[in-house]
DNA sequence: CACCAAACTGGAAGCGTTTGCAGGCGAGGC
DNA sequence: GCCTCGCCTGCAAACGCTTCCAGTTTGGTG
């Protein structure tokens, strides 16, 4: 394995000199540099990378901290930032923490603090200020992704005000029986977004002088197959049957339709279905949702945080709303007569 | 930020002694060991990863490398490989080359040739014989899951059995008129397993005497959506309509099942469909397939390479077939009278 | 009780880069 | 023609660990 010393040799030059030439810091002569990068090609030269590091403080290497990789919504996460990090020569850690508690802390401790990534992005994953705290006191940024990070930079959409704005939308098409398909507990903690839809949901019925009724609020684990078994209870139950369900991700609105198929319910002339995500195979049911487009959110993640390396200075905390787009298909109309 | 200097002297021990001490490595007596570690913990002393590597030469860190995140199969290698890691203390380096060409060659030579990972583990890819040379010179041990590594060690199933053995279960059935969806020619290079597979549906065609209608075959890009618009050109095209569906991926079968049943047609009554991977979603569509727990696969890849890692020498090349599982649900029936 | 091996410890030499510093050299201004 | 400035270059000192080596202690054995 030829090292940087061997390049040099061989292009006649010093160590250091070929070590600017090849990273493009500081002044080299053009014919010092041509001769630094023949010699590395000529070597074979790959630089190493934990040697660099450790001398310059740079990884080229940012962790990216998601509790699933199997949602629709965490893999279009790390799809963006994924591709986004390869553009810019860096490379991307991936922490899946499916358990809460002790796999989460071991992950923090053993790993984020371990000055192995510059930076660190985390998907739906609520940090305590305290543990913020500690991942900027060592000069690490953070950015948040569809989770309240106290303190760090987050990139949201706006939870609240978009469930409203689902529910309006079958309110103005004349429901007035509608359901909640929310997210799982089993986030509990961590993910606060299922009860920020759900608190937008009750705050458009209210509005709309509807009432909100418990049994029409079910809650699911945010899989096709949860919400799938949430609204066969739903919808085949011996309460009243409501007219439009608003789901809190696309995979459950998907769900939803196919139990309503199996009941022999037509969408949307039975029941009308809204989600909220832009997942791909919302096209094929014809689903009514609200685009979030999570691959550019990640990108922008990514975008955001390498910024602020270069940028050197610590950045400031920003919040940034990240816009989505109404998309209106065929899994809602007026309720039946 | 301490480092282990810090430590050393709070611990009123040599740097030496401290650094066996926490990483376990050579003698050190239980007063001394005690001594470090609560030294280290007072100062929240957490080893630089740059420092150990280059001093070490570990990484702690491998890599993987897989065509998408999005696909059922790859994200569940991701979720075995990320949880056996964590569960060993690796850090895992995520590539989701997705574009062929440049973007690939830039990740092998500017990514995994760096030293940065102790092995890569790569998914449905085919790298060359000297590409794999070049990362076994530089000891980096490699092992495939479901592509052909000539050379490195792999992980596989029986493909072209398992195709087998799904189409002579429809056949078993009664079965004649049986088409096969195969997986699209994007993966074309890197991605062998379609075509494996086909030949495996081809042979059992042939061996029980049945023609393989070339309008039969039909190609979908391994998406349900692909799948559903192909099995709908399939299931209301002018030809003859097929009895049985044997889809080279669960999410393919499933896109099947949703076009046959937009044509009105029942599974299994009038249309037998089978699939092939395991997918959760199965259950909900009572999908007959063939599981081959691709977490498990992630996991056992990481455990090989980790064995490998520990052993020392050089380890051997080794070809595993991954065992599965048939698993016979509602989708598949005799064929209609 | 002497002796030897094994357990333990510390000093110091790396690991392969980056970068501060200072010297050298050519060009431009006076 | 001389001085200054700025570009270029090389030396050597980090960066923060691990580990070889050698020295010291401990425990066991003949």
Redesign the pocket.
Known sequence: ????????ERA????????????G?????????A?AQAAAADLG????Y?????????NYNIGLVVPSVHRWYFASVVEGVSAALLDAGYDLTLYNITERSARRQSVLNDFLLR?RVDAVIAVALALTESEIAQMLAIHRPIVGIGGPLPGASTIRIDDHGLAEAAVNHLIRLGHTRIAHLTGDSTYEQDFKIPRTRLAGYEKAMLAAGLSVRPEWTVTADFTVQGAYAAARSLLGGVTERPTAVFAASDEMAIGTILAARDFGLRVPDDLSVIGMDGHELGALFGLTTIDQDPRGQGALAVRLLLDGLDGGSDQEVLDTEYPTKFVIRSSTAVPPA
């Open positions: 394995m030829a090292g940087i010393k061997d390049v040099a006649g030059l010093s160590v250091a000199t070929v070590s600017r030439a090849l990273s810091r500081g002044h080299v002569s053009p014919k010092s540099r001769r030269f790959v630089p190493s934990q040697a660099s590091s450790l001398a310059s403080g740079r000055k």
